[in-house]
């Protein structure tokens, strides 16, 4: 499987960006879903995660109210929507897929993931 994550840029404080996650190689209600950011100087973080069978949902603190996952089975991609973002949202994004069949479980943790996108740098100017 191969996880090509897309929509980054650059945008203004209060701006919206929309984050793709698209799979290919396999069918994704195989996969549960997750969003890391790295920061410069910082360790990646858990941003938003979906369940394989998208049932159930988890948010971080910082992004909770602002961001919403999404994921379209006919279009093997799941959506990180980006709403209000703030200069500390700045980050490149990464999506990762874990092995589990229409599940409800949620991963919070970037070691429960196996496979890995490019990232996709956000910058968000004050």
């Known amino acids: 499987v191969q996880l090509q994550a897309s929509g980054g840029g650059l945008v203004q404080g209060g701006g919206s960006l929309r984050l793709s996650c698209e799979v290919s190689?396999?069918?994704?209600?195989?996969?549960?879903i997750g969003w890391f950011r790295q920061a410069p100087g910082k360790e990646r973080e858990g941003v938003s995660c979906?369940?394989?069978?998208?049932?159930?949902?988890y948010y971080a603190d910082s992004v909770k109210g602002r961001f919403t996952i999404s994921r379209d089975s006919a279009k093997n991609t799941v959506f990180l929507q980006m709403n209000s973002l703030k200069p500390e949202d700045t980050a490149v994004y990464y999506c990762?897929?874990?092995?589990?069949?229409?599940?409800?479980?949620?991963?919070?943790?970037?070691?429960?993931?196996?496979?890995w996108g490019q990232g996709t740098q956000v910058t968000v100017s004050s």
């Open positions: 990762a897929a874990r092995v589990i069949y229409r599940n409800p479980t949620v991963y919070t943790s970037e070691k429960e993931y196996r496979y």
């Open positions: 190689g396999s069918i994704l209600d195989y996969y549960a």
């Open positions: 979906i369940s394989s069978s998208g049932r159930n949902r």
